[in-house]
């Protein structure tokens, strides 16, 4: 009550923070009739004179006003925009590392531009995140322009770019990209073996669009880099041939908790099935321990046939099963399910089995946008998560009040008894709508369930776009210009992920129907009339290079738009975009997103959600209750039960979702962040490496180390003499130091001490080595020692991961015994963190003292090129990547060598590193 009143007199805390912005805005608008007044390169200089300002001392915030303005200046040259006094609140809303909720339609990606261009001043480099390559692109292409007008430069990384590349729009001022290729390219960074090989230069400030869809729809699943293992595709096609003689009995299925598992039942008959197959031993158990390789099998293509369906979870394409976004409905190339699932769908579609894969990096997007000095993120719908951005982010969510009021009606929910009624009444509504020339947005939840409802309007009259035509919608424009319903409607899912842009595009002529799952309108607007620009590009041909515009071209552009401006009246008398929901999603945040596709810009609207009993959520939250209820109280066929009471318990049930999401993503980032401190300590070290001249402190460091632990092992502290293990010494010092020592004689000297001996061996460990690096020149020995530090350290890290997976997937059954699963993973994991130092000190010191450097003289087939052959005395390290470059190339002859590395060893055959030897700066 208190906290009503207090709100009252002094507004929300959103309301109050939105006031504390309005004197810069009004600042802002002070400076525009000055910065109009510059030329184009008088506004230029401007960003001279801000950098100077920060070389001399000032902070961004107090370059905010000017800066601001200048932004807002070289957008209304450039593109023809001008930021919005709301667009300048969201800009400096970014600009304190916050998230601004912005309305569909209110130009976020234009409102990015004001903290991007303020923070690269800095010279530190800003990311700009986007969800897809295409939006990456196009807003490099379109932003791009009002930094390059001011002076910056900018850089856009999408798949398929080399290393070269990547560095090259990293270094920009400005670098445009998706989530997954920024936290893949820190994990390659840190899976190199050269400083002067990583791409990324750190992680200044980051602003994410889309912000609920990355920090939290794909949060679910860590960015993994891994290596083939050994192909096991045919226990995959044998157990995916007999899982379907499981019966329905055999099995407990929980699709809210999106498992299923055996019952006791299930166990002997899988276990018939499984010896009848002869994968299994006459009377062995399934659950020995000899066994567990194959339990997993059995798990993963349970798992495969009785939760995952294809059109929803995935589709099959190329002959390749690909991941379908359960959030945006789009196709996740290159993305696989791990632990084996993926093979075991692969094996049920009946498609190429892929090799299982090992982990050799991996890391959440939580923990990796975290390493941002600043991060900031927008989209339309975040308030509903703000608790789980505080509190796994640190970001707080700011509304951003919209350009314009809101006009758009949202309707109570319409809830049927069965599917096929709720389908019935969509097509009823459908048609009207679009009778009236109102344009209809239908959002269905898969692709499946899209293409359910496009085949039922197929058979009542209406009919399909065809995109495979050349001018797939053709029938719609028709329509609109005779005032008449087309009928023809378009069905956008993942299938025809290509067409995206222009079909949502397009989805606001009078009377178009457009059919979309999750991902509708995502980067591209809805507007009204349809998007003239997107018209032109799409129906004119490309514009001359001189962009020199013809009298014929431009008057067929102008006709194109007086007939969009035209069709947009005609959408605004008939109500609006028309959002269809045909199911609830089980977050709020996706039903907001689709609402919010209308009603953009003061533009009128109108969005209504059909349900049914059937649904997955109604069903899985006790729609059984519901039916009976509905059947007593005499709900007929076709009838709708609309009340405003149904919309709050359904809210309810999808509020109870949200939650238990958030503590399984807070849950999976408690284990994470353990792993997480430990790849932190990992990957600086590997760092520090890299930027050292030698690492020959660290390798002497740990040759004593390692002697200080094989005299302790054998010699124990406060032992008598006759305990001592003198054998186990000499053999230790044999195995980890290639020293043969005679050390059961020594221990037999009279009054010997284990602090002698340690130093006995330690002198004649020092003195061998330095004799081998003589030997193998210093140059190549520094080389060589930092390439084994490097994957002596990389291999033991991979084991280690794998070793934690396995630790967390069972840790969890320590609860049983009353202990904390978490305590008992973090003990454990740094347990075998300090196991892996002692390891590395092991293998390092192993290796370094039993490698031997030759230059051999080159192959028959290999003439013209040095090799550097690696051997190793015992120990099996003859691929550590050691090889020189192509054949192609002439010792005696510089000009034959092309681009050398500075760090690389110099094609001279001399055995330096090229730097210290023809690359020599004078």
């Not at 001011?150 to 590349?165: A, E, M, P, S, Y």
Request: charged share 30%; proline share 3%.
């Amino acid at each position: 009550m208190l906290g009503g009143i207090a709100k009252k007199l002094f507004g929300s805390a959103n309301e109050r923070r939105l006031k504390s912005y309005r004197a810069r805005v009004a600042a802002i608008n002070a400076l525009e009739p000055e910065v109009s007044a510059l030329s184009d390169e008088a506004l230029r200089m401007r960003t001279v004179e801000f950098r100077q300002q920060i070389a001399n001392g000032a902070s961004l915030d107090d370059l905010l006003v000017p800066a601001f303005a200048t932004v807002r200046e070289a957008a209304k040259r450039v593109l023809g925009q001008r930021h919005f006094d709301v667009q300048l609140i969201g800009g400096m809303v970014l600009n304190e590392g916050s998230i601004a909720e912005m309305r569909t339609g209110e130009g976020k990606t234009l409102v990015g531009t004001l903290p991007v261009y303020l923070n690269a001043l800095s010279s530190k480099g800003v990311h700009v995140v986007t969800v897809n390559d295409y939006l990456a692109s196009r807003d490099a292409g379109t932003m791009g322009r009002i930094y390059r007008f001011l002076g910056l430069t900018v850089g856009v990384i999408t798949n398929g770019l080399d290393d070269d590349q990547r560095r090259e729009a990293y270094a920009a001022d400005v670098t445009y990209g998706t989530n997954n290729e920024y936290g893949f390219d820190y994990l390659r960074d840190n899976m190199k073996y050269d400083l002067s090989q990583m791409v990324q230069r750190g992680h200044n400030f980051g602003i994410v669009d889309e912000v609920d869809s990355i920090l939290i729809d794909e949060a679910r699943t860590p960015l993994i880099i891994s290596g083939p293992l050994d192909d096991r595709s045919d226990l995959y096609n044998t157990i995916n041939v007999l899982i379907p003689k499981l019966g329905r009995e055999h099995y407990d299925l929980d699709e809210k908790q999106r498992a299923v598992s055996l019952t006791e039942e299930g166990n002997e008959r899988i276990e018939e099935i499984l010896t009848e197959a002869g994968l299994l031993k006459e009377g062995a158990a399934l659950y020995d321990a000899a066994n567990a390789s194959l339990v997993h099998h059995v798990n993963q293509a349970l798992r495969a046939h009785t939760l995952f369906q294809r059109d929803k979870d995935y589709i099959v394409r190329n002959n390749e099963v690909v991941i379908i976004d359960e959030f945006t409905g789009r196709m996740m190339q290159g993305r696989r399910y791990s632990e084996g699932l993926h093979q075991a769908l692969e094996a049920k579609e009946h498609v190429q089995v892929q090799p299982e894969n090992q982990t050799l990096a991996s890391i959440t997007f939580q923990n990796y946008f975290r390493l941002y000095d600043k991060l900031a993120g927008m989209t339309g719908t975040a308030a509903t998560e703000a608790d789980e951005f505080a509190d796994i982010y640190r970001l707080d969510v700011v509304e951003v009040p919209t350009n314009l009021p809101v006009r758009r009606l949202d309707e109570d929910d319409e809830v049927y008894r069965t599917e096929k009624e709720k389908l019935k009444a969509i097509a009823r509504e459908i048609e009207e709508a679009s009778a009236n020339g109102q344009p209809i947005l239908v959002g269905t939840t898969s692709i499946e369930k899209s293409e359910e409802l496009g085949a039922y309007l197929a058979q009542n009259g209406f009919k399909q776009v065809d995109f495979a035509a050349p001018d797939a919608l053709r029938p719609v424009f028709e329509a609109a210009r005779a005032g008449k319903a087309s009928k023809h409607f378009a069905v956008l899912n993942a299938r025809f992920h290509e067409q995206e842009a222009f079909i949502v595009a397009q989805a606001g002529v009078p009377g178009a129907i457009t059919i979309a799952t999750n991902m509708a309108g995502r980067g591209t607007d809805i507007q009204l009339g349809g998007n003239a620009e997107m018209r032109i590009a799409h129906d004119l041909s490309p514009l001359p290079e001189d962009g020199v515009i013809d009298a014929e071209r431009a008057q067929r552009e102008q006709e194109i738009r007086n007939e969009v401006a035209a069709f947009k009246q005609r959408a605004i008398e008939a109500g609006g975009l028309y959002v269809i929901g045909t199911e609830r999603h089980e977050s709020r945040r996706i039903d907001n997103q689709l609402r919010g596709r209308s009603g953009r810009q003061g533009d009128p609207g109108r969005s209504k959600f059909y349900l049914s009993l059937q649904d997955d959520l109604m069903r899985i939250f006790g729609s059984g209750r519901m039916d009976s209820m509905l059947t007593r109280l005499g709900l007929k066929e076709d009838e709708a039960i609309v009340h405003s009471w149904i919309n709050k318990a359904i809210e309810k049930a999808q509020g109870k979702v949200e939650a238990r999401n958030f503590d399984i993503r807070k849950n999976i980032l408690k284990y994470d962040n353990v792993m997480n401190d430990q790849r932190k300590v990992v990957f600086e070290q590997r760092r520090d490496f890299m930027a050292r001249e030698s690492v020959r402190e660290e390798i002497d460091d740990m040759r004593h180390g390692v002697i200080d632990d094989i005299v302790a092992r054998n010699i124990p502290a406060d032992a008598y003499p006759e305990q001592w293990n003198g054998e186990g010494l000499a053999e230790d010092a044999r195995q980890l130091l290639n020293l043969d020592l005679p050390i059961v004689e020594w221990l037999k000297e009279e009054g010997i001490a284990d602090d002698e001996v340690r130093e006995r061996i330690r002198t004649a460990a020092d003195a061998a080595y330095a004799e081998r690096v003589e030997r193998n020149t210093p140059e190549l020995s520094t080389y060589v020692e930092k390439q084994v530090l490097l994957q002596s350290l990389d291999h033991l890290w991979r084991e280690h991961l794998v070793t934690l997976d396995h630790l967390r997937q069972v840790v969890g059954w320590r609860g049983l015994a009353q202990r904390d699963p978490l305590n008992e993973y973090k003990a454990e994991a740094f347990q075998l963190f300090n196991g892996l130092i002692d390891q590395l000190r092991e293998q390092v010191t192993r290796q370094v003292t039993r490698v031997e450097i030759m230059l051999k003289p080159p192959q028959e087939e290999q003439r013209d090129a040095p090799q550097l052959a690696m051997a190793e005395a015992g120990a099996d390290y003859a691929d550590g990547g050691y090889a020189l470059r192509d054949a192609a190339i002439d010792p005696a002859d510089p000009a034959t060598w092309g681009r050398v590395g500075r760090n690389d060893l110099c094609p001279c055959g001399s055995g330096r590193k090229f730097k210290h030897c023809h690359g020599r700066l004078a």
